[in-house]
């Protein structure tokens, strides 16, 4: 039996590989999946549209960011915005739900603008 390296010196080469050593080549280079949260996977998303997700150097670190200032940005919103009269609770439960869905619109709305669906990647 042959060693990692030697299999991968061995697929390297561009030598005939049995089954059994496929196998362990799939084993051993399984590609490593990235799990984002809603905004970074709105960001890659829209990046893959442009055709820009591959310009991004360390696109899965990017992504994560997007979603930490995303996060942080509403936030930041909630609070701003919770003082608004147009926002603040009244005591009477379906007209307190109409507001914080209106509340909670505006902020996802502002994040895609400003984080989301901008054209500036790094």
């Known amino acids: 039996m042959i060693t990692d390296r030697q299999l991968l010196a061995k697929v390297e080469a561009d030598e005939g590989l049995t089954v059994d050593e496929v196998k362990r080549y799939q084993k051993l280079v399984k590609p490593q999946k990235y799990v984002y949260g809603k905004w970074g996977t709105l960001k890659r998303k829209y990046l893959e549209d442009k055709g820009i997700d591959w310009t991004i150097a360390n696109l899965p670190e990017y992504l994560h960011g997007v979603d930490r200032q995303a996060e942080n940005m509403y936030n930041v919103l909630y609070a701003k915005l919770s003082q608004n009269p147009l926002y603040k609770r009244t005591g009477e439960f379906?007209?307190?739900?109409?507001?914080?869905?209106?509340?909670?619109?505006?902020?996802?709305?502002?994040?895609?603008?400003?984080?989301?669906?901008?054209?500036?990647?790094?």
């Open 94 to 122: 379906m007209e307190d739900y109409r507001r914080l869905t209106a509340l909670q619109h505006a902020i996802e709305e502002e994040i895609l603008n400003e984080l989301i669906y901008t054209g500036e990647a790094i």
